[in-house]
Every structure is written in structure tokens, then in C-alpha cells.
């Protein structure tokens, strides 16, 4: 079995890597639809629409301009983000897949700070895919 250290792990936009971050989750979903028909005993079902959803938290450093304030001006702007890529190691990652869809990405959907008496400063974002994702 091979198993992937999360200390290799990290998210980048484009060729920048943000800055500080702690954990991503990447979650990939299937619609469920409802094939039953009048007189079934047992539910039926078929797969609908694919999504993913990516949750990213971590340390906020306000100095990171290439990483953690894109992330918050596309917030701003509803930008779709093509070029993110979340790393499990230093080489293999996930990326919306432009190959097949040119307009795959993902919208900054909740950017959130946050902070508490006993911590540092936090950062997290979700982002909502738009189109498909692919492991490379």
C-alpha cells in the first residue's frame, strides 16, 4: 500500500503557492436520481451530474500576495480559478480538467478569516467546481 504524507501536501494558483496553508479537502460528489416506479418495493436509482467542492483552511498571512490575496480577489470578482491545483505530494495533484472542458475551474464561493485569543490569525476557502477535475 502506498500512502501520501500530508507534509508534502500544498495548493497552488497557477505556479504561486499559497501561502500557510494547513489542510485541503477535496470533495467529489454524484447527483443521485430516483429511477422508482409506481408498484417498485425497493428504491431504484441511476447517477446524475458529477461535482466537487474544494474546503482549504489554514494560517492567514496578509503579506502573501501571489497566494492567499488572489484567492480573496477572485473572491471579489467571482472569478473562475482554471489553474488551481491541490498537491497530495511534490508531484501529483488534482486540477479542474481543462483538457476535456475548456472552461472547467472552481468559484471562490466563502473566504473566511478568522481568529481567537489563544491561536494565530486563520484563513479558509471553499471553492464550487464548475466542470471536471482530473489527478495528474
Known amino acids: 500500500m502506498t500512502t501520501k ?3 508534502n501536501a500544498t495548493v497552488k494558483y497557477g505556479t504561486y503557492t499559497i501561502a500557510e496553508l494547513a489542510s485541503w479537502s477535496l470533495d467529489l460528489s454524484n447527483d443521485e ?7 417498485s418495493t425497493w428504491k431504484k ?7 466537487w467542492s474544494l474546503a482549504v483552511s489554514g494560517h492567514w498571512d496578509p503579506t502573501d500576495s501571489t497566494g492567499q490575496a488572489m484567492i480573496e480577489a477572485a473572491w471579489a470578482a467571482g472569478s ?3 489553474t ?6 511534490t508531484s501529483s495533484y488534482w486540477v479542474p480538467d481543462v483538457t476535456t472542458d475548456s472552461s472547467a475551474g ?4 466563502s473566504y473566511a478569516l478568522n481568529q481567537a485569543h489563544d491561536a494565530v490569525a486563520g484563513i479558509s476557502f471553499t471553492l464550487s467546481g464548475s466542470g471536471p477535475v482530473t489527478f495528474v
Open 84 to 89: 488551481i491545483k491541490m498537491y497530495v505530494d
Open 5 to 7: 504524507n500530508g507534509r
Open 45 to 51: 436509482s441511476d447517477v446524475g451530474m458529477r461535482g
Open 106 to 109: 472552481g468559484r471562490v464561493t
Open 80 to 82: 473562475l480559478i482554471s
Open 33 to 39: 436520481i430516483d429511477t422508482s416506479a409506481f408498484g
